[in-house]
T-cell receptor, first 114, second 111 residues
């Protein structure tokens, strides 16, 4: 079946501009996660959605970052007033919902802020 | 989640078994050991996970020591396409849900 998809695959923007990154989880998966991977680094947790529960935003690095998940499916990560240090690969993952369920990752969006 | 430590890099000859170690000495009883790999420019790919018993699937085998303080991922017949960064993660089944990734082991399979 279809895996997690993300768009765009690559995004180049200028410092100060806003960007939106999209994630389509695996159909039927109720849990959705966003991670960030800076060059040569491991993955950094950003935010977690589970069903209709309030999201866990504890990993968001600043108030310029926000995410929403409409209809319990597609999610959008928004970065306002981008900075050069926001340049990274943004990865989305989904799981069937139980805490022990395996997370499956999308291919990521490579963001470059000039 | 327990902290995991892995060697920074390893080489393996093509066709031979690749044995990737992971130390998780502070693991608690409800934490699973997960392995993922990340091939250049792709998202992490799930490989295998286990709690205390050894596990095998079509990709790999996972050997967990009896005291659960360490584990080994075994790729039985490594191919060039197995060249990737391999991450070992200890993840609780309750209370937390995010993966905490370290820097992993960079495996290079040599022709």
């Amino acid at each position: 079946g279809a895996g997690v998809s993300q768009s765009p695959s690559n995004k180049v923007t200028e410092k100060g501009k806003d960007v939106e990154l999209r994630c389509d989880p695996i159909s039927g998966h109720t849990a959705l996660y966003w991670y960030r991977q800076s060059l040569g680094q491991g993955l950094e947790f950003l935010i977690y959605f589970q069903g209709n529960s309030a999201p866990d935003k504890s990993g968001l690095p600043s108030d310029r970052f926000s995410a929403e998940r409409t209809g319990g499916s597609v999610s959008t990560l928004t970065i306002q007033r981008t900075q050069q240090e926001d340049s990274a690969v943004y990865l989305c993952a989904s799981s069937a919902g139980e805490l022990k369920e395996t997370q499956y990752f999308g291919p990521g969006t490579r963001l470059l802020v000039l | 989640d327990a902290k995991t430590t892995q060697p920074t890099s390893m080489d393996c000859a093509e066709g031979r078994a690749a044995n990737l170690p992971c130390n998780h000495s502070t693991i608690s009883g409800n934490e699973y050991v997960y392995w993922y790999r990340q091939i250049h420019s792709q998202g992490p790919q799930y490989i295998i996970h286990g709690l205390k018993n050894n596990e095998t699937n079509e990709m790999a085998s996972l050997i967990i020591t009896e005291d659960r303080k360490s584990s080994t991922l075994i790729l039985p017949h490594a191919t060039l396409r197995d060249t990737a960064v391999y991450y070992c993660i200890a993840r609780a089944t309750s209370g937390t849900y995010k993966y905490i990734f370290g820097t992993g082991t960079r495996l290079k399979v040599l022709a």
